[in-house]
């Protein structure tokens, strides 16, 4: 006989042993999801009994997690700015810190916009919800891309899917570009934490020796896709703030700014693209 209790209690210790740090949350999540059952289930029907099969199915995501696999990839979905994502080993599971270059994006209020390095789409998804008229999401990743179509579909907006290797496979003018680009530098990726580095897709993370390979890249050809007074936008690492505000300021681009996440670091880089007569 399995009680819902006696499963949980056997989940939260064997994540706890783990040193997993938040082994409560990542327990209760995982049983629920293995039975099917909101969270206050586990507290109103604690004594109600289960069967092997569920019981089985809930051990099965415990021993993954003590695998380091992220709890998103175990159940399959994430949340990011109140909208809900499938999420899978081809994608990036989308970090709150993002919210940050979405909020600052919506701030301009652009009507057409593209996404470069879309993944699971979050980004082009929530600006096409939130306000976008037009969203175009480019990927050179056909199984991200393939992720990032779901995504769309799951949230009731419409997006414009591009195969491209950055702005290979693009055509036209945008009121805005917005990227969150691989920017960890190639020799630190062995040194992430296993649950980013052994399950997460490394396509998505090698930003180069410097991590800056795409940022250049992207802030050299974004002008001729731009419209004059249009808005490039960029998530950083923590500490490239500098970095990435000069390329962009070497490039062109006024009124750079560097926002800062809710922790207090660096997490975002804005400029406003203007033809070059206007710059001066």
Known sequence: MYLIKDVLKSAKDRLRASGD??????????????????????VTHDTDEIGAEAAKKAE???????GHEPVQYILGHCEFMGLKYLVNKNVLIPRPD??????????????????????????????????????????ISEKALETAKINAELNGVEINFVKSDLFDNICGKFDAIVSNPPYIKSGEIAGLESNVRDHEPHLALDGGIDGLRFYRRI?????????????????IGYDQGEEVSGL???SGFADVKIIKDLAGLDRTVTGIWQKTEVRG
């Open 60 to 66: 099965a995501f415990v021993e993954r997690r003590l």
């Open 248 to 250: 962009m300021l070497r």
């Open 219 to 235: 802030t050299e050809r974004a002008p001729d896709f731009l419209c004059e007074n249009a808005l490039l936008a960029f998530e």
């Open 21 to 42: 740090e938040t082994w409560s949350l990542d327990a209760e999540l995982l049983v629920c999801a293995a039975l099917g059952v909101e969270r206050i289930r586990l």
């Open 98 to 139: 993002t919210e940050v270059l979405v909020e600052e994006v919506l701030k301009y209020r652009p009507k057409n916009v593209l996404d470069i390095g879309t993944g699971s789409g979050a980004i082009a998804v929530a600006l096409a919800k939130y306000g976008a008229e037009s969203v175009t999401a480019a990927d």
